[in-house]
């Protein structure tokens, strides 16, 4: 017994010493990178010839230093705004007016840097939501109810009425491309719309479009809107896909057709949008076709996007000031967002009386001669049964809390 207990304390003693070595050679190795990293910083002229044998000796240190701030260097590079000067960005929108003409089936990707014009930040360029995260910035939380389609959301409405544009696919969530007058069966919404709320409860799943942005109480995994369904009584949720979720609902989201879309398009135009999560979506690139049978793909951002090297065409410049040359080219008006023709009005459900204080978010006024779907309006309008926090909150990506020391 004496033995075996005398073995355990042997073996325990060999952990901790093993342990601790281990602990010493990381302290070890961490300060080996300090001295490197501190050397290299100093011109070569002013090194001492200890540090110039320092580095002699840390040559593996040396070169993964110098690995890391390659990597550095290529993601400011990428993280850059870029924009096209003047004469090259009217040569690059002829040539995407010349592919737009020719195209049989046109289809349109587009992220949050439509919507900038907006006053709606992105989520990665310079003052975007996801970068402020990163630098340890705090990111308020935003109404976006003021904010009306921009020009470029009127330019694609137009080409879709004038038979150009087949489907637009949105990572947006602003509700801006329903509310310039894009059909529903024209649109993508892949991660929902902050002004719709839906009962899972009825089958089938029964939607309430509101005037106000219904994801005040809603994050990550938490969709639940503190609503009822005037049908049902079940729990109205939010349609937003947080990241780390997969969207099931067939509207607004309407995979179906934005799948179909991909398939069908011989050109692709992708308008502010990083695609760095558009590009994870394989249906929407028909990767599996050789190269010279997929669709044509023209870009327009400011930043550096992981598709820019499958791309004919990538046009350096605002979204609105290339949709602006590119209607030129094609000599067609673009008609001013009119509030009076929002869609949204003749859409949206009017609250029960019970509900008009359940959310506090200001409410899309209602042009003069509108009825006010904001609160109870007498007789009940009933909700939509379709076939099948947003913004300020759910950060959970970018909030992630540094693990204590």
Not at 335 to 348: C, E, G, M, N
Request: glycine share 6%; net charge positive; aromatic share 6%.
């Amino acid at each position: 017994m004496a033995e075996e207990a005398d073995g355990g304390v042997s073996s325990r003693a060999e952990r901790k010493a093993l342990e601790k070595a281990k602990i010493l050679q990381r302290e070890n190795e961490r300060e080996i990178f300090r001295l490197v990293g501190r050397v290299l910083k100093k011109p070569e002229s002013e090194r001492s010839e200890e540090e110039a044998a320092a580095l002699l000796l840390h040559r593996d240190t040396v070169e993964e230093l110098c690995r890391r701030q390659v990597r550095r260097n290529v993601l400011k590079r990428k993280q850059e705004e870029v924009c096209d000067d003047a004469d090259e960005l009217k040569r690059k929108v002829r040539e995407l007016a010349a592919a737009v003409k020719q195209a049989k089936h046109f289809v349109v990707y587009t992220g949050a840097g439509i919507s900038t014009a907006a006053s709606i930040p992105d989520y990665r360029g310079p003052n975007g939501v996801w970068t402020q995260l990163q630098k340890g910035r705090t990111v308020s939380s935003s109404d976006l109810s003021k904010a009306e389609p921009t020009f470029t959301h009127m330019c694609i409405r137009t080409l879709y009425k004038e038979m150009m544009v087949k489907h637009v696919v949105s990572q947006n969530c602003d509700g801006l491309h329903l509310r310039s007058g894009l059909p529903r069966h024209a649109l993508s919404e892949l991660h929902g719309n902050m002004f719709i709320e839906v009962c899972t409860s009825c089958s089938p799943v029964r939607e309430y479009v509101r005037l106000f942005d219904v994801t005040e109480r809603t994050s990550l995994h938490r969709h639940g809107t503190d609503r009822r369904c005037s049908h049902c009584g079940g729990e109205l949720r939010d349609t937003i896909v947080h990241f780390g979720e997969r969207g099931t609902l067939e509207q607004p989201l309407n995979w179906k057709g934005a799948t179909e879309a991909a398939k069908k398009a011989d050109v692709i135009l992708c308008l502010g949008s990083s695609l760095k999560v558009l590009k994870k979506y394989a249906c929407l690139w028909c990767m599996n076709r050789p190269a010279s049978k997929r669709p044509k793909l023209y870009i327009v951002n400011l930043q550096w996007t992981p598709k820019d090297d499958l791309a004919v065409l990538k046009i350096n410049g605002k979204c609105d000031d290339v949709m602006s040359l590119l209607m030129e080219e094609l000599n067609i008006q673009v008609p001013v967002y009119d509030r009076a023709k929002d869609p949204i009005f003749s859409l949206a459900t009017p609250l029960r009386l019970e509900e008009v204080n359940s959310h506090t978010r200001d409410v899309i006024a209602p042009p003069a001669g509108h009825e006010d779907c904001s609160g109870d309006t007498g007789d009940q309008a009933e909700a939509t049964a379709v076939q099948g926090g947003w913004f300020g909150r759910g950060y959970g990506k970018g909030r992630k809390k540094k693990k204590a020391a």
